[in-house]
């Protein structure tokens, strides 16, 4: 080797004197940037190109329609490719496109869920609160219902801790909503039992319309609970304001001491023992739905 192959700095090995190669044995290897993060690397360790707008974590979006109960997932692929599916306002073409459960995902306008719709109906016995408690101790119509879903259910309306009866529960955002607005007036029927008895004008009264503070309530019927004391009362009435039959009655200088919800928009507690759910059924679904 001359003087001034060893002044420049370069490292040979070897007896032909060639240049020193570096070692890429296990554990050695340089690493690749694009490698840093498999996701993004495809067979060969190419970078795999994202399409425009997809995201890198989240469900993917054809899932995502199946599981709102719309269609299977092949069938979600021809309406995605059809233009049917928005994502945040965005209609969406794309195959493999992702979303998050925070994303707002709409079929055909209407907003879906990715979570198949859940109907439970719970026969609320009486000291369970509906809203919760500030004080742990107390009990929640959630603890009635742990074992009915995995999915997060929420109660349609509510019902007094006190009163018991028939209390619907789901996921469904759009039937929750539709249920609950006063507009659709949906039928509830009330057995309930005064601390007195309620006088036949009085009886007249409520027929007729009471004045509250909010505006004047009518009731569909009202009358005497038949080979019972007359302060046993059946009542239906379409009304959704918050405890609304409490009030009609404290008008008139009544108090009810046990409020029972007998019938919901057509459900009834028939072969369904205090405390217990079920399940609604297909064509209960579909009397829903035309409400």
């Given at each position: 080797m001359s003087r001034n192959e060893r002044s420049s700095g370069k490292k040979y090995g070897g007896r032909q004197g060639g240049e020193r190669k570096k070692?890429?044995?296990?554990?050695?290897?340089?690493?690749?940037?694009n490698e840093k993060d498999p996701k993004t690397m495809s067979r060969g360790n190419a970078p795999v190109k994202k399409k425009?707008?997809?995201k890198s974590d989240g469900m993917r979006l054809n899932k995502y329609v199946a599981n709102s109960g719309i269609c299977s997932r092949r069938d979600a692929d021809?309406?995605?490719?059809?233009?049917?599916?928005?994502?945040?306002?965005?209609?969406?073409?794309?195959?493999?496109?992702k979303v998050k459960l925070t994303d707002e995902v709409k079929f055909d306008g209407r907003k879906i869920n990715p979570e198949k719709p859940e109907y439970i109906l719970l026969n609320k016995p009486k000291g369970f609160y509906v809203t919760g408690s500030l004080e742990k101790k107390n009990r929640t119509v959630m603890d009635l219902i742990a074992n009915a879903s995995k999915a997060k259910l929420d109660p349609v309306g509510k019902l007094d801790t006190q009163a018991t009866g028939l209390l619907l529960f789901t996921n469904d955002g759009t039937?929750?909503?539709?249920?609950?607005?006063?507009?659709?007036?949906?039928?509830?029927?009330?057995?309930?039992?005064?601390?007195?008895?309620?006088?036949?004008?009085?009886?007249?009264?409520?027929?007729?319309?009471?004045?509250?503070?909010?505006?004047?309530?009518?009731v569909t019927?009202?009358?005497?609970?038949?080979?019972?004391?007359?302060?046993?009362?059946?009542?239906?009435?379409?009304?959704?304001?918050?405890?609304?039959?409490?009030?009609?009655?404290?008008?008139?200088?009544?108090?009810?001491?046990?409020?029972?919800?007998?019938?919901?928009?057509?459900?009834?507690?028939?072969?369904?023992?205090r405390g217990h759910w079920?399940?609604?059924?297909?064509q209960e679904l579909i009397n829903l739905g035309n409400i």
């Open positions: 070692s890429h044995a296990r554990g050695n290897a340089p690493v690749n940037q425009q707008g997809e021809i309406y995605i490719a059809a233009g049917n599916v928005s994502v945040n306002g965005e209609v969406i073409t794309e195959m493999g496109y039937m929750a909503k539709k249920l609950a607005n006063p507009k659709n007036g949906i039928r509830q029927i009330y057995h309930l039992e005064l601390d007195k008895e309620l006088s036949y004008d009085d009886l007249q009264k409520i027929k007729e319309g009471v004045n509250l503070e909010d505006g004047t309530v009518k019927e009202i009358s005497y609970v038949e080979n019972r004391p007359k302060r046993e009362v059946g009542l239906e009435i379409r009304s959704t304001k918050s405890h609304i039959v409490q009030r009609i009655f404290k008008s008139l200088n009544y108090e009810i001491v046990k409020l029972d919800r007998v019938v919901f928009g057509g459900l009834t507690k028939k072969d369904l023992p079920r399940v609604l059924t297909k």
